[in-house]
């Protein structure tokens, strides 16, 4: 199993431009990313530093999240909102160029809180993301979140992101199984890896409850990583769990 660092989460200790450097330290050699700026179209000279510093490490990035807004404030995504798909579109081009220049195929984007969401212009925005990220050979990705810390989010489930996937009808849109979110929905996650996994276009985990690393709660994570292998997944891993500082990689070695 391949596994690349959310550098969102993890080493948040350090200055953005220190944890690729970090990641790659720690035994990495992939990293995966939230939209890291506070805006859709920053500075060039800011997008080049970060392109640097991941270039510098020599680790690969692998994920990219879109603009999602202020996610820090509780934004979940822009693609759905009137009020922010304008944002969003802005930051299309922007972010699938730099995932071109660092060789990353995988781009996320998060649906948005309702209220206020509008299911046609996600698909719509979904439509244009997805023709953009074809350019280089990318693959978008749609995300279930789980209510308990999402409330406002409306796609919480494997279904409801599929029927969007499949509205979108686009080859080259798939799902983000963040099998963390799935698991705290009550979804059974090794069925949904047998049945589905033709669909994943990337894989995010986390332990539940807690949100720590794998081993750190009740998720079955060495049969879910056999039952990934298995079924052919040959993806990275990206590791979005809340545990810093010594002992966060350990369980590699269990």
């Not at 993890?10 to 990293?31: H, N, Q, S, Y």
């Not at 209220?115 to 050979?137: K, M, Q």
């Not at 090794?190 to 033709?198: F, V």
Request: with cysteine.
């Amino acid at each position: 199993m391949r596994f690349a660092v959310n550098l969102s989460i993890l080493f948040t200790e350090l200055p953005l431009l220190e944890r690729p450097a970090a990641a790659a330290k720690a035994g990495f050699d992939a990293v995966e990313l939230w939209w890291p700026f506070g805006v859709p179209d920053p500075a060039g000279a800011e997008v080049a530093a970060l392109r640097q510093a991941i270039e510098d490490a020599g680790v690969r990035l692998t994920g990219l999240n879109f603009d999602a807004g202020d996610m820090a404030a509780g934004e979940r995504g822009l693609l759905a909102r009137p009020d922010g798909s304008a944002r969003f579109r802005a930051n299309i081009d922007v972010a699938v160029r730099l995932a071109g220049e660092l060789g990353c195929g995988v781009l996320n984007a998060l649906y948005g809180n309702d209220p206020g969401t509008d299911r046609a212009l996600a698909v719509a925005n979904l439509r244009g993301a997805a023709d953009a990220a074809a350019s280089i050979g990318a693959t978008v990705v749609v995300e279930a979140l789980n209510s308990h810390e999402n409330p406002k989010y409306p796609i919480t489930s494997s279904r409801a992101a599929f029927e969007l996937i499949d509205e979108v009808d686009r080859e080259n849109v798939a799902f983000l199984a963040d099998l963390y979110h799935l698991h705290r929905m009550g979804e059974d996650v090794l069925e949904l890896i047998d049945r589905h996994s033709a669909r994943f276009g990337h894989v995010q985990i986390a332990d539940d409850p807690g949100r720590g690393h794998p081993g750190s709660g009740r998720m079955p994570y060495d049969e879910i990583f056999v039952r990934l292998a298995a079924a052919g997944y040959r993806g990275h891993v990206g590791l979005e769990y809340r545990h810093q500082g010594p002992g966060a990689f350990d369980w590699r070695q269990a």
